[in-house]
């Protein structure tokens, strides 16, 4: 797996499609990642030492690898070089 704790990714597929955050923990052996305000759920808690009360709690949930793309924001994109090629080579032909 190459996305470690740490890490700024980018979701590419599923209900948090185009979102960012970083990796709050990765779990190795199911191939899956927790990211710190994605893919967030509700769980129904009972009451313990720690929360008296009990309740509905919001906690976020791991998500497959391959539904996240890791983004380094030190490289410009490339596509963007590509784009101002072909507007520069359109006002040099006119």
Known sequence: MKIKVGD??????GKDKGKTGTVIKTLK???RVVVEGIN???K????NNNNDK???IEIAAPIHVSNVKKID???PKKT???EEKTKKEGKKEE
């Open 8 to 13: 700024n990714v980018k979701i590419i597929a």
């Open 29 to 31: 052996k199911e191939s």
């Open 40 to 42: 967030i759920v509700k």
């Open 44 to 47: 129904h808690q009972k009451p």
């Open 54 to 56: 009990g309740g509905i």
């Open 73 to 75: 924001d030190k490289e």
């Open 80 to 82: 963007a070089k590509k």
